[in-house]
């Protein structure tokens, strides 16, 4: 008989305190706790110089994969707050959102996070590119659209500007 395992773990999003998103992702990986923290590369420019660095897609969030009775371990890393919930519902991603958040953050365009509702607006697909296969509501902006893809699970949006010839419209 074959042993079969099931993986009962889900990806939950936290909160940490202000500016401690990467400090809690490495204490979370030393404990053997699968973290995501979604990073993406920003050129910064002081007075003297301009750096790359890396910089948290959603501020103060991070991601965690465990199983729902051993949610309340996670704290014990220190620098996290709480669950995050929407409508008292603790926010729960699928395999499918956090791909799409890393797809997100290997953009080497910059990419926004908003918190708004949704406005009317077309829905598309991307056809080719780096978000082949996304689909979202288009903004236009000039020779580019502006296209906001859904993050349902967190209640939340990404903003990206796509080449006009690459989208089609749904139906």
Request: charged residues 30%; hydrophobic residues 35%; contains cysteine.
């Amino acid at each position: 008989m074959q042993n079969v395992t099931t993986d009962n773990r889900k990806w939950y999003v936290l909160t940490t305190k202000p500016k401690a998103e990467k400090q809690v992702s490495k204490r979370l990986t030393e404990n053997r706790v699968e973290n995501f923290l979604p990073l993406q590369r920003q050129l910064r420019t002081w007075h003297d110089r301009k750096k790359w660095i890396e910089t948290p897609l959603f501020n103060s969030y991070i991601f965690v994969k465990t199983e729902d009775k051993l949610r309340s371990k996670v704290f014990e890393v220190g620098g996290l707050i709480k669950y995050v919930s929407i409508g008292g519902q603790i926010c729960i991603l699928t395999e499918q959102e956090v791909e799409r958040v890393r797809r997100l953050c290997s953009y080497s365009e910059p990419v926004t996070v908003g918190h708004e509702n949704f406005e009317r607006g077309e829905e598309v697909e991307i056809l080719e590119g780096h978000f082949v296969g996304f689909c979202g509501q288009l903004l236009e902006n000039g020779d580019k659209h502006k296209l906001k893809i859904s993050i349902a699970g967190l209640g939340c949006f990404a903003t990206v500007f796509i080449d006009k010839n690459i989208v089609r419209k749904i139906l």
